[in-house]
C-alpha cells in the first residue's frame, strides 16, 4: 500500500530572512481561477474608465511670438530644442523644458516660411516671402544657458537672395544639401550662394517640400495646381507624378518605412501612398472636418500628428482610417504647424493665435520616473483594455472625446450629407444596367490621374 | 550559418520516443491552458483584423506551450495518493493505517475535538484553508489558525447559531443566530446585525461578488452586498422552507435543494429560478458542486446519491460506468451525528463537524497540492492579506455576471438585425397563436351564470384577440390586386424587385 498526502513545511514556504524578498508560487491553472473571464472584463472597464480620468494631455504653452506661427523645425541632435517661425519673420530657438525662448534670430523682414535644421544639428535654414534664404548657426547648448534672463540674438552666417518668394525649405538627411520650394524647386549647398539646380514644372508656384529619410537623394513635393510630385535629384525630371482633386498642404514620409509617405490634404483627409505605387492610396485618413495643414510622423513610424485649419490636432494611427485622439482648446486657434518630438513623448502645435502648445501624445501616460512594477502595471492595464475595446461598454468609454462644438455640428453635417450621397448612390446603382454604375474606393476617389 | 539553423529546426520536429510520451502529456496539459478552441478566422472578411486575430491566437498557442512546460517541470508539490496492491480495497483502509504510513505533519491533521456541551457544529474554511471557523447549535463560535492549531478567538453567544460562514478573508464572519443574522470581527466583536433576513438556515459567501447569500425558514433568498451592505436581492422562491443551499463556484448560481425532490438554481437579478431540476421521488438532503462547474452530487431522503451533469441537466450514470465508486470509508464512534462536512482546501483533509464536536480526517488525493499566491496563499503575511483584500474589492463582480454560462461574458453577440418575416412564417405564427388560444382551458364556474353560449362567446374572443396581432395579412390582401404574382417576383430585373410583393 502506497499512501502519499500533501504536506507542506513552513520553511520551504516562507522566507528565510527579513531582507529576503517573500516567496510566490506560481499555478496557472485555470481550474483555480473561476470567472476569470469576467474579473477580466471588470479590469478592462476600470482601466478604461482610470485612463479617462489621468487624461491631461496640455503641458504647457510657449509664448512669445508676437504674430501667428507659420512654421517649425526639430534639431535632430538635440531633444530639448524646438525652432519656431512667425509671420512677423521672428524665428527663435526654444528649450521645451522650460517653455522659454533661448536664443533669437531676428533679420527676416516678412513673414518667414520655411525653417529647417542640418541632420548634424548645426545650421538652422529660414526662408521667407522676403525671397531670402537666411543659413544661421545653432548655438550650442550648454550649462550657462540653464540660466535663462538673456535671451540671445545672433547674426546669420549667410544670407542669399532669390527673386521670387521661397514657400518651404527642406534638408538632406545626412547631406549639406537643402531644397527650396517657391516658383520653382531649386537644391541649395550651403556654400553656395545660387542654387545647384533647379527644377520648373508647369506655372504653379511649389507649396511644401520634404525629404526622404531612407534615401538622401529622393524629395517629394506638392503644388498649387494639385499636384504630388516625386523627384531624385540625379535626375533633370520628376520620377513620379500624382495629381489629385485638391491641393496638398505637407507631406511627410515615414521614418520606419521610409517607402511610404503621408499627404495632408486640403480636402480634410490625408492619404498615405506607397511611393512606389501611386495609383491608389494605400490609407485614406478622415476625421478633420476642414483643410490638414501640416502633418509630422512619430519617431516610431506608428502614428502621425496632423494640424488642421479646423482649430484641432489629432494623432493617427499609420494604418488606420480614424484619428486615436483629438487635441483641442478654446484658445487655440487655426493650426499651422505641427511636430511630434523626436522621443515619441510629445506634440508640439503651432498656431494663429501667437503660440506653441505642448502636449502630451498619450494623454494619460505617467511622465517621470516610473518604477518596473507601475510600468507593468500600466502595460497590463493598456493590454487588457485592447482586448475588450470592442465591447460595447468599454467601447463607449474609450472612444468617448469632447469635441467643440463647430466640429461636432461639421461632423454631423458631413455625415448626413455622405448618408445621402451613398444612398442615391445605390439606389442609381440599383435602377442603372448592371455594370454601368461603378463605386469608385475612397482609395482612388479623389486621385484624377498618375503621371509618370 | 543558414544551414545550421536548418538543423535546428530538423532536431526539434524528430524527437526521441520517449520525449514523443512526454509531448503528448504536454499536449493534453496544453489543451487545458488554451481555455477552449480558436475562433474562427475564415469567415472574415476584414483583412487587417484577420492578420491580428491570427497573430494573437498564434501568441495564445505560444503562452499555453509555456504554462503546460511549467506545470510539468516547475511546479513545487505532486498530489497526494493511496494505492492498495492486490485485492485489498482502498476503502477498509483505515485512518490508523494511514497515520502509520505518512510523515508527522500530515499525521498532525488526523485528530477528533470533543465538545459534547454545545451541539452539533458547522464548519468553514477560508479560501487559503489556513482558517477554520466551527459554530456550535448551542452558540459556540471558535476561530482556529489551522496551520498552527491555535484557538484565535472563540465566543459564546447564548443563542442557536445555525450556520457559520466566512466573509472574504478570516477578519469576518457571519453567524446565522436564532433571530437574526450577525457579522463579527476576528477578535469576537459583532459588527452587524441582518436584520432583513429573518431567521436564517444557511448562510453562503460569494467570493468574487462580495455576495453575502442565506435562506431563511419561510424559504426566501437573500443577497446582500457586504462592501457597502446594500440587500442586492430578496427572492420568494414560493417553494416552502429548505435548508440545503449550496453555491456553485464555476458560475456563482446558488442552488436549494427543496423537499418535493427537485433542485432550483438562483441568481440575483431574476425572482424565477433558471432552472429546476426533478431529483429524487423524495425530499433533497444535501448538494455539492464540482470546482469545475460542470458535475453537482445531491442525495435524497431515499438513501439515495446522484450524480448530475450540468451541461445537460442529466444524470451521469456512475456506477454502470465505473467512473464513480468508493474511495474511503471512516466510521464515526457511535452515537455521533454528523453535521457537515467540508474539504480543507489546497490540504488532503476532510473537516467533519458532528453532534459531539469536530474531527478531522486524511484524505489521500482531495487536495490541489500546488497553490497561487495570488489566489489563495496559506503563509500569507499581514501585508500580504491587505493588499490582497483591496485587489479583490478592485476586482468585485457586479451581481449581473451572475449566470449559467459564464464564458459569454467578454464574447461578442453576432449582431442581428431584424428581417421581416415572410408571409409563410407570419402564417405559421398566427396559426400556433390560435391554436394556443383554442386550447386555452375556461374555468367552468359553478357559482352564478353559467351559460354555455357565454362560455363559447368568450372563447371565440380570445381567439379573435390571437388574430388581431397579425394585422398585415388583411393589408397585404387589400393591395393584392396592385401588386405583381409571386411567380414573377423571381424573374424581376434588380429595380423593380421592390414593387414585387415581399416574400
Known sequence: MRIKTISRSVDEFTRERSQDLQRVFHNFDPSLRPMEKAVEYQRALTAAKLEKIFARPFVGAMDGHRDGISCMAKNPNYLKGIFSASMDGDIRLWDIATRRTVCQFPGHLGAVRGLTVSTDGNVLVSCGTDCNVRLWSVPRPSLEDSDLSSEKSTEPSAVYTCKNALLAVDHQFEGDLFATAGAQLDIWNHNRSQPVQSFTSGSHSVISVRFNPGEPDILATSSGDNHISIYDIRMSSAARKILMRTKTNSIAWNPMEPMNFTAANEDGNCYSFDGRKNEEAKCVHKDHVSAVMDIDFSPTGREFVTGSYDRSVRIFPYNGGHSREIYHTKRMQRVFCVKYSSDATYVISGSDDTNLRLWKAKASEQLGVILPREQKKHEYNEAVKNRYKHLPEIKRIVRHRHLPKPIYKAKAESRAMNDAKRRKDDRRKAHSAPGTVVTESHRTRRIIKEVE | ?503
Open chain 2, 1 to 503: 550559418m543558414e544551414v545550421a539553423l536548418e538543423d535546428n529546426s530538423l532536431m526539434d520536429k524528430v524527437l526521441p520516443p520517449d520525449e514523443q510520451e512526454i509531448d503528448v502529456e504536454l499536449e493534453a496539459k496544453e489543451k487545458k491552458y488554451l481555455r477552449g478552441e480558436g475562433a474562427n478566422l475564415e469567415t472574415l472578411k476584414d483583412k487587417k483584423l484577420k492578420t491580428q486575430l491570427a497573430s494573437r491566437e498564434k501568441l495564445y498557442g505560444k503562452s499555453a506551450k509555456a504554462a503546460a512546460k511549467i506545470e510539468k517541470w516547475l511546479l513545487p508539490a505532486s498530489a497526494g495518493y493511496l494505492e492498495t496492491d492486490g485485492l485489498e480495497k482502498t476503502w477498509r483502509v483505515k485512518q490508523t493505517d494511514i497515520a502509520k504510513e505518512v510523515d508527522i505533519l500530515s499525521s498532525r491533521n488526523q485528530y477528533d475535538i470533543v465538545l459534547p456541551d454545545f451541539g452539533p457544529y458547522k464548519l468553514d474554511f477560508t479560501a487559503s484553508g489556513r482558517h477554520m471557523l466551527a459554530g456550535g447549535r448551542k452558540g459556540h463560535l471558535a476561530l482556529v489558525d489551522m496551520m498552527s492549531m491555535n484557538l484565535i478567538k472563540e465566543i459564546q453567544v447564548r443563542e442557536t447559531v445555525r450556520d457559520v460562514a466566512f466573509l472574504h478573508n478570516d477578519q469576518f464572519f457571519a453567524a446565522a443566530q436564532k433571530k437574526y443574522s450577525y457579522i463579527y470581527a476576528r477578535d469576537g466583536t459583532e459588527l452587524h446585525c441582518l436584520k432583513e433576513r429573518g431567521p436564517v438556515a444557511r448562510l453562503r459567501f460569494l467570493k468574487n461578488h462580495f455576495l453575502l447569500a442565506s435562506v431563511n425558514k419561510i424559504g426566501q433568498l437573500h443577497y446582500q452586498d457586504v462592501t457597502y451592505g446594500d440587500m442586492v436581492a430578496s427572492i420568494r422562491t414560493g417553494k416552502g422552507r429548505t435548508d440545503v443551499m449550496e453555491v456553485n463556484p464555476y458560475n456563482g448560481v446558488v442552488a436549494l435543494g427543496h423537499s418535493g425532490g427537485t433542485v432550483t438554481m438562483w441568481k440575483p437579478t431574476s425572482q424565477a429560478p433558471l432552472v429546476q431540476m426533478q431529483c429524487h421521488p423524495g425530499p433533497v438532503s444535501s448538494l455539492a458542486f464540482h470546482p469545475n462547474g460542470h458535475l453537482m452530487a445531491t442525495s435524497g431522503k431515499e438513501r439515495k446519491l446522484k450524480i448530475w451533469d450540468l451541461r445537460k441537466f442529466e444524470e451521469v450514470l456512475g456506477d454502470s460506468s465505473g467512473d464513480y465508486s468508493r474511495y474511503m470509508s471512516h466510521s464515526m464512534v457511535k452515537g455521533y451525528q454528523i453535521e457537515k462536512v467540508m474539504f480543507r482546501p489546497y490540504e488532503d483533509v476532510l473537516g467533519i463537524g458532528h453532534s459531539m464536536g469536530w474531527s478531522s480526517v486524511l484524505i489521500p488525493g482531495s487536495g490541489e497540492p500546488n497553490f497561487d499566491s495570488w489566489v489563495a496563499n496559506p503563509f500569507e503575511t499581514t501585508k500580504q492579506r491587505r493588499e490582497k483584500e483591496v485587489h479583490l474589492l478592485l476586482d468585485k463582480l457586479p451581481p449581473e455576471t451572475i449566470m449559467l454560462d459564464p464564458s459569454k461574458i467578454g464574447a461578442m453577440r453576432p449582431s442581428r438585425r431584424k428581417e421581416r418575416l415572410t408571409r409563410g412564417e407570419i402564417e405559421a405564427e398566427k396559426e400556433v397563436a390560435v391554436e394556443a388560444a383554442k386550447g386555452v382551458e375556461l374555468k367552468k364556474k359553478t357559482k352564478g351564470r353559467n351559460k354555455p353560449s357565454k362560455r363559447t362567446k368568450k372563447k371565440k374572443e380570445l381567439v379573435e384577440n390571437a388574430k388581431r396581432t397579425f394585422p398585415e395579412q388583411e393589408n397585404s390582401a387589400a393591395g393584392k390586386k396592385r401588386r405583381i404574382g409571386e411567380d414573377a417576383a423571381a424573374e424581376l430585373p434588380a429595380c423593380l424587385k421592390r414593387f414585387a410583393r415581399k416574400n
